[in-house]
Structures are given as C-alpha cells and as structure tokens.
C-alpha cells in the first residue's frame, strides 16, 4: 500500500547517479541563483549558509552563482571574481557542503553586455559594438586579442574552482552574457571567424570549454547552461541552437547540459514566467533607474503565465538529438515533473525558486511528506538580490512565527 504523499516512481529520484566523474546522491541539483551577499565581491558568511541549507536540505548539488573570471566580466561591484583572493573563503563553503553530504559546483561566466560598467569601474565586452542598458553605454566589440585574454581567465577560474574543492564547474552559456551573446544572431555581427555562420559564432564558447575542460581534469564534472532560445526577435532559436549543442557534444569536454533560455540584457521573465514584480524592482533602484523602469521595464520584463516545467517542450527537441547527459530546468516545483522527466531521458532536474522557498523540499520529496513545493510564482524574490537573495512569503512566516 502506498502512502498518501507517494508519487510513482519516486524511488529511483533518490538513487545514487553519475555526472561525469562524480556520484551524486540524488537527482536534483540547485540551480545557480545570485545569492546577492557578496559585498565587494566577498564570500560572506551568509553565502556559506545560504549553500549549507541548500546541501542539509537534501540536494545533490549546489550551485554558487555567480562567480566571473575577471573584473571586466562581474555583473556588478558585489559579484565575487573566481580568483586566488577568493580562495579561502570558498574553500570554507565546499567544506560546509561537503559536511551535509552534498557536492559543490562553481557557475562560472563573464558577464559581457550585461556587465555594470559604472559599479564595476572596468571595461566590459561583447561579440559586436552596440549599446547596452546594464553597461549604461557604449560596448565595444572584442579583439581577437581581448577574446584570447578572456579565455585564458576561464582557464584560470576553473583551476581555482579546483583549488577551492567544487565538485563541479558549470560555465555559463546563457541569458546573452557574453558566450551566449556570441551564439546569437541578434548580438553577434562579427566578419571574422568569431562570426556568420553557425560553427563561428559557436567557436568562442567551444574554444573556452576546451580550455576549461583541461583545467578541471578528470575528477571534476563540467557542464554548461545554455541556451536555447534567447526571447527575442532575431534571436537564437531551436534551429541554431540545437546545431550548437551538437557541436559541443562532438567536442566531448562537457558532461551534460543544463537547458535555459532568455536574455538578461533584452528579456528578463523569459527563464522565470510568473508575475512581474514591477513596483518591487523600482524599490529596489536608485530614483533615476527606478524611473528608467517605469518606462522601459514592460519591454525588459514582460509577462509570462507560469506553467510547470515550462522548458519541458523545447528540452524534448535536444533529449531526442543528444546522447549526452542533460539537466531539466525551469519552473520545476512537483515531484511527479521530477519523476516525468526521468522518464522522458533527463538525468537530472535542476531548482531554483522552489528551494528558495523551501530549502529542505528535497528532503521533504524523499521522506514522501510533500508531493510539491510552496512556491507561488510571485517572483517577489527577484528584486531582492540587491539585499541578499531571499522568499520574502518565507521571510514573512518566520517573523510571524
């Protein structure tokens, strides 16, 4: 007889499963999700909890987002640079998860056009010259020289990463920072062989995951999120896309692929749906960006019914063109969406605003008191990773409670 809270299936969700060289004790992994305490770039104490949780709560692996590979590449002065500087301080965050039986992965990334020029007080790049919002200017299009600088700073990171004992890197190919921005046909208007045809525009990514790759060696996972579908007109789709992700099968430096899509830079609600929390995000700003997103934020974050799972149709397209591992993500809040993805091929499922909710959900799938989170879409969190990234429906029972 089963119990009332059992989902069929649900046994094998808590099975031990490879990825890469690692064994994880489950299926679900935690999605990157700035944490928004990272004061100057520093691994705080409340970044250290914040993953601890995550890892007590149940999860296989938790993943520190978002960490750039160089100062130019940080999305803001309060993002952490993946350097020797940040070295002791992640070491003592592995060590906390690694004690809660989880495993750690690093997002590493350079921010390119969604990069804040002005709080970083550094240059920034991109495949092509244009304007960018979050720069507040002018960016200028990449050298091959600058291109060659910055690859050289993902292979660093990801030796850093080593260093600091993550589990696993996952390099960030999504949402138009500055590897997915060369994929895209909208962003990317090169002439040289970083540009045009399909293979070039991905070449800049698959040379970075090479150098990676070799980094990391043969007892660290790497994987990626990518893109694919970046939202916006002109942008790239499953027809690109789905080419991209079979050359970066070919080149065997990845062991899976964790499946997104939307832009940072142009559509903000695409990897969310859900409610805007327009009035929150304008709070949250100075006065003169808060007025700027009066007027331009319904073209930035427009809306999106919410629906459970909602990568699931496109990530069906790469299951049935992909040998390689892939990572469900995007609006996954039930376990028998758990239980159906694997069912459909998916290796793996990856959260992130249900744990924020509820960072012991995993634990509560397992022990089968609780067939679905607490999340209701309200993606009120969102505003609130400028004062350390939280579910303010939680934050709100806690002070009643």
Known sequence: MTSPNETPGATRVFEPARLGPLTLR?????AATFEGVMPRGAVSDELIEFHRAV???????????YCAVSEGGRVHRNTLVLD??????????TDAVHAEGALAAAQIGHAGLVANTL?????????????????????RGAT???????????ERSARVAVEAGFDAIEVHLGHNYLLSSFMSPNLNKRKDGYGGSVANRARFPREVLERVRAAAGDKVAVTAKFNMSDGVPKGLWLDQSMQIAKLLE?????????????????NGMYFFRGEVPMAEFVASQPKLVGLGLRVYGPHLFPTYPFEE?????????????????LILLGGINRMDTIVGALDEG???????????????????FRDETATEGHCIHCNKCMPTIYTGTRCVVREAQQLIG
């Open 144 to 154: 091959p020289d600058q291109l060659a600088a910055v690859t050289a700073d993902f």
């Open 84 to 93: 020797q500087s940040s070295l002791p301080g992640l070491t003592r965050l």
């Open 250 to 266: 070919s080149d065997g430096h990845l062991d899976a692929l964790q499946l997104t899509g939307g832009s940072s830079l142009l």
């Open 346 to 364: 998916f290796e793996f499922v990856a959260m992130a605003r249900a744990l924020l909710r509820e960072p012991d959900l995993v634990n509560r």
């Open 26 to 30: 489950n299926r679900i992994i935690k």
């Open 55 to 65: 890892a007590a709560g149940g999860a296989a692996l938790t993943t520190v987002a």
């Open 309 to 325: 799972a909602f990568f699931l149709p496109f990530a069906r397209q790469f299951r049935e063109i992909l040998s390689m591992p």
């Open 119 to 139: 709080s970083n007080k550094s240059p920034t790049l991109a495949p092509s010259t244009r304007i960018s919002a979050p720069a507040m200017g002018l960016v």
